[in-house]
């Protein structure tokens, strides 16, 4: 018995080399066929590969991002992203309006304290307690943003 299933492991182990002889060739053309880089990938600066760029590092693509990426080159596009320059300022018109912001006026631990002492405030009159601090400081005199009206 021992020898007939000795005598099957080899025949079937001559039959194992006999079909990794026949298709040897053909898993290395499928392992080659799969390594190489396929027709429809992107070439390095086109168009094809400067949407998704433009929409991952931007808030989306639009025509004057697609020119200056175009103009600069996909790393220095990046690096200006990335980097932006410190002289890039708003409009003159929104820069008054920031200016005037009380937050960019007074340090900010100083707001902070004044708030939260205006809450205590607010918090501990018997009359308001039902109400919200924004509405107690309207009643006060002061607008939504904390300044006087």
């Known amino acids: 018995m ?7 492991f080899i025949q079937l182990e001559g039959a ?6 026949a298709v040897s060739p053909f898993f ?3 392992v080659a066929s799969c390594s190489s880089v396929p027709g429809n990938a992107p070439v390095p600066g086109s168009q094809t590969e400067e949407l998704p760029l433009l929409n991952r590092v931007t808030w989306g693509a ?5 020119r200056a990426l175009a103009r600069m080159g996909s790393a220095r596009y990046l690096e200006a992203q990335l980097r ?6 708003l409009p003159p018109e929104a820069q008054a309006q920031v200016d005037a912001m009380t937050i960019t006026q007074r340090p900010l631990a100083e707001l ?3 708030l939260e002492s205006r809450r ?3 918090t501990c009159r018997p009359a308001t307690s039902g ?8 009643m006060d005199g002061f607008d939504g943003m904390g300044k006087p009206q």
């Open 62 to 66: 639009n025509a004057s991002s697609a």
């Open 131 to 138: 109400l919200s601090v924004s509405t107690v400081a309207r």
């Open 16 to 21: 194992v080399r006999a079909v990794n002889r």
């Open 28 to 30: 290395l053309l499928l």
């Open 84 to 89: 932006p320059a410190e002289e890039a300022a």
């Open 112 to 114: 902070a304290r004044e």
């Open 2 to 8: 021992k020898a007939a299933i000795s005598a099957a």
């Open 120 to 122: 205590k405030a607010v």
